[in-house]
């Protein structure tokens, strides 16, 4: 007799390296939203938006990360859609978070609006030369990585620096463990692109790395994501006591 019933759950290789990230990932980014939102009500007000944005972060990202360990698990291919449309929401988070802390020294709209600008330009770039013109995967790395550095200067050296600067103290603290993670943390996503867009370009050695790009982006997420949450969540415990 045929099985009447379709497997509701797609069998796990043990030896799927790439599905268990996905699925690690999952777990990691639920068990951190759950985290930063029962713990909102131990901050001062002001703080309170901040923690919740860590939340978001995590939150948004724990449901692409359900998706993406599907898509991967049926089909073994990079969930690249689903992959910059979780990017696309948590990156300019991450840029209100910036934002948010450096508030109290004064943070205008417009380095907000810089921000994002900067990260959705680095965002798009990179899916087009990703999963739209795959052959001139260099140029559109290129672009994206321009976008990148813009990034990088602007909270190393730019107009954040100087008002984390002015800020001090905690906040100062916060904003340069956040530089380390933009600047160490972020720069694993650059690395997955080329292993992964190798085939056929200039860069093709990086495909025999031995590195699988899903592995490092899911690295990096949970690092980027988690981690930046983590510091704002111990900001906010600071400016609370
Ligand atoms: C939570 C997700 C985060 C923090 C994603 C960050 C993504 C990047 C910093 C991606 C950067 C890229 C380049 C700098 C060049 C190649 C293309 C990208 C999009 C992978």
């Known amino acids: 007799m045929t099985n009447l019933f379709l497997p509701l759950v ?3 290789d043990p030896t799927d390296y790439v599905g268990f990230t996905f699925f690690v990932g999952c777990m990691a980014m639920m068990a ?3 985290f ?16 919740l944005v860590s939340g978001l972060i995590t939150f948004i990202a724990a449901v ?21 449309v979780d990017w696309i929401l948590t990156v300019p988070l991450m840029c ?14 417009s380095l907000l609006t810089k921000m994002i600008v900067l990260s959705v330009i680095m965002l798009v ?8 013109y795959a052959g001139q995967a260099a140029m559109w790395g290129f672009f994206s990585a321009v976008a990148y550095f813009a990034i990088v200067y602007e909270i190393w050296l730019g107009g954040a620096a100087k008002l984390a600067k002015e800020a001090g103290g905690d906040v100062l603290a916060a904003h340069k463990v956040l530089c380390w993670f933009v600047l160490v943390g972020w720069i694993i996503y650059p690395l997955g692109y080329l292993v992964g867009t190798a ?8 495909a025999n790395l031995g590195l699988d790009m899903d592995v490092l982006y899911n690295i990096a997420d949970a690092i980027n994501k988690i981690g930046f949450g983590l510091v704002i969540y111990a900001l906010a415990c600071k400016k609370t006591a």
Do not use: C
């Open 10 to 12: 797609a069998k796990m």
């Open 32 to 34: 951190a939203s759950a």
């Open 36 to 51: 930063f939102f029962l713990s909102l009500n131990q901050f001062d007000k002001k703080w309170r938006t901040s923690v």
């Open 64 to 84: 692409h990360y359900f998706y993406m360990r599907d898509y991967w698990a049926s089909n073994m291919e990079s969930p690249t859609f689903f992959r910059y």
């Open 96 to 109: 209100v978070e910036f934002y948010l802390i450096l508030k109290v020294a004064g943070a205008k709209k």
């Open 125 to 132: 770039t990179g899916y087009l030369g990703e999963a739209v």
């Open 199 to 206: 085939d056929g370009q200039w860069y093709s050695s990086f």
